[in-house]
């Protein structure tokens, strides 16, 4: 099992070093990394189809009580209707820091193929945003999830390519969990308002753990959070403004423009509803990668 960087970086200051003092020491183990990728990371292929396995009369049910505590404790949604993370409070407590481990360390003793599909569909979730949280964690105070350059490979950016987790044997980042397993094993393009990504631009952390037996009314309820608000779908005079998720992951929502404008509009209130299903006229996309953090209220 993969130790989690936050728990690494722990583990650091236990022993009374700093991240600073082993830099030097873990250049050449990166610049191995950047050259020749990370070793171990399943193909993506591998991973749709390791994972494609359940148990549809599973009534297994997953223990997301630690992750409930912390997401009560550390989430607060303002009156912007945007959730954000009290990175701060969560860093500064000991007790809840080994919460947010032992429940990683729980997920990854789950044997994910003997649950139902949508128990499996809640654990992914709750996963990749808990994972998501312990790496903003192990980085803060940091003001964007972009600036954590952890990816292996010459190119890449970000904390999103770097294997993390290990489930069932196999070395997880958090893209394999979203594009490989996730967006390949269900036809559901909901997943985009599920998954957080640590900004304000993304859809909102949910408050409560998903659960297999409320997972539907929860992916309905972030899709609705997330196209009525501004930073989901907005018009700017006749011009009309959409997250760049749209703009991504527009397959995910249709095969031409209508249809993804007819997804997006499912979720709309009547009134943009409306709007979205007469716009023949500009689409413009944007996106705030700036921290989902409480600190960050001006976002």
């Known amino acids: 099992m993969s130790i989690s960087s936050a728990r690494t970086?722990?583990?650091l200051s236990a022993v009374g070093l700093d991240r600073r003092d082993v830099m030097a020491a873990t250049c050449g183990v990166l610049l191995s990394g950047l050259l020749l990728g990370a070793p171990g990371e399943a193909g993506a292929m591998d991973l749709a189809e390791a994972f494609k396995e359940h148990d549809p009369m599973s009534t297994?049910?997953?223990d997301h009580s630690l992750w409930a505590d912390l997401l009560s404790a550390h989430v607060r949604e303002g009156d912007d209707g945007v959730t954000r993370v009290d990175y701060a409070s969560l860093a500064a407590?000991?007790?809840?820091l080994e919460k947010l481990g032992t429940y990683l360390d729980t997920l990854q003793d789950t044997k994910v193929s003997s649950l139902s599909r949508d128990e499996q569909f809640a654990y992914w979730a709750n996963l990749y945003n808990a994972v998501t949280v312990e790496v903003i964690l192990d980085h803060y105070p940091v003001r964007s999830i972009r600036d954590i350059n952890i990816s292996p490979g010459l190119f890449s950016s970000g904390p999103w390519g770097k294997p993390l987790v290990t489930v069932e044997g196999k070395d997880l980042s958090l893209d394999n969990i979203e594009h490989d397993i996730l967006r390949k094993n269900w036809d559901e393009p909901r997943v985009h308002y599920a998954v957080n990504c640590a900004s304000y631009g993304c859809p909102n952390l949910a408050t409560e753990p998903y659960t297999g037996k409320t997972l539907e009314a929860q992916l309905d309820a972030a899709a609705r959070?997330?196209?009525n608000h501004p930073r989901g779908v907005r018009f700017d005079g006749s011009k009309l403004v959409l997250s760049k998720i749209f703009d991504w992951y527009g397959k995910?929502?249709?095969?031409?423009r209508d249809e993804q404008l007819a997804a997006i509009a499912a979720h709309a209130a009547p009134d943009l509803a409306e709007r979205l299903a007469t716009h023949s006229g500009r689409i413009g996309y944007e996106y705030d990668w700036t921290l989902n953090d409480t600190a960050n209220t001006d976002s």
């Open 9 to 11: 970086g722990r583990l």
């Open 60 to 62: 297994r049910t997953v």
């Open 93 to 96: 407590s000991k007790a809840d």
């Open 225 to 227: 959070a997330y196209v």
């Open 252 to 256: 995910d929502f249709g095969t031409t």
